[in-house]
Structure formats: structure tokens, C-alpha cells
Nanobody, 124 residues
Framework: QLQLEESGGGLVQPGGSLRLSCSAS????????IGWFREAPGKEREGVSC????????YYAESVKGRFTISRDNGKNTVYLEMNNLKPEDAGVYYC?????????????????WGQGTQVTVSS
């Protein structure tokens, strides 16, 4: 079973940056697409970004395009989410997930494995 662990969350001021990491243990995850989702209090979980398994094609929610960048290092079994120009509405718990995504990269049901999440707080 694939196990995922997120790290890199924290408190940042508006306009600041964070880099989240999603690391897989026990097995390599280059077979899977990796997605990032976030969940804010009172809101549904939403897809933020996804990177494909073999082709590395990336997808982004409209709200983060131009500010977030997803990348993967299969040699390190790690996917990164670089977040710049953070806004208060970016705050929430960020989860990474792995799956064989056939369609709908932002559909959480496409993903089979989930991490525990890391908190991102954007506040002055």
C-alpha cells in the first residue's frame, strides 16, 4: 500500500510563499498521478493541482494558476507544490493524493491513497 506524507505547511503572511512536499514511503509512486487538494473550514475539499505519472503534464485550479507550481522528483519519491503570492483564501489543510487518474484530475474519487494533510495558514 502506498503511504503519503505531506510537509512544509505553516503560517505565512499574504504575498508570501511556501513549498509543500509529498513524500511516498515503501514504494515508488512514479506509476501514479499525484494531486494536491485543500480543505478550508466550512468548504468542500477542492482540487488545487495535479501532475501526471509518466508525461508530467500538470493541471491547476483557475484560482492558483500563475501562482502555484507542481513538480515531481521520482528519484526522491517526492512531489512538490510551490506556492507563491499566497492569499488568505489559500488557507486550509492541504492533502496530497495518488491515483490512476483517468479523467477529472480534480475529482477526489480518482485517487486511491491520501496523506494526512498539512495546515497552511495565510494571515497577517
Amino acid at each position: 500500500q502506498l503511504q503519503l506524507e505531506e510537509s512544509g505547511g505553516g503560517l505565512v503572511q499574504p504575498g508570501g510563499s511556501l513549498r509543500l512536499s509529498c513524500s511516498a514511503s515503501r514504494f515508488t509512486f512514479d506509476y501514479y498521478a499525484i494531486g494536491w487538494f485543500r480543505e478550508a473550514p466550512g468548504k468542500e475539499r477542492e482540487g488545487v493541482s495535479c501532475i501526471g505519472s509518466s508525461d508530467g503534464v500538470s493541471y491547476y485550479a483557475e484560482s492558483v494558476k500563475g501562482r502555484f507550481t507542481i513538480s515531481r522528483d521520482n528519484g526522491k519519491n517526492t512531489v512538490y507544490l510551490e506556492m507563491n503570492n499566497l492569499k488568505p483564501e489559500d488557507a486550509g489543510v492541504y492533502y496530497c493524493a495518488a491515483g490512476i487518474v483517468a479523467s477529472g484530475w480534480n475529482d477526489e474519487f480518482e485517487y486511491d491513497y491520501w496523506g494526512q494533510g498539512t495546515q497552511v495558514t495565510v494571515s497577517s
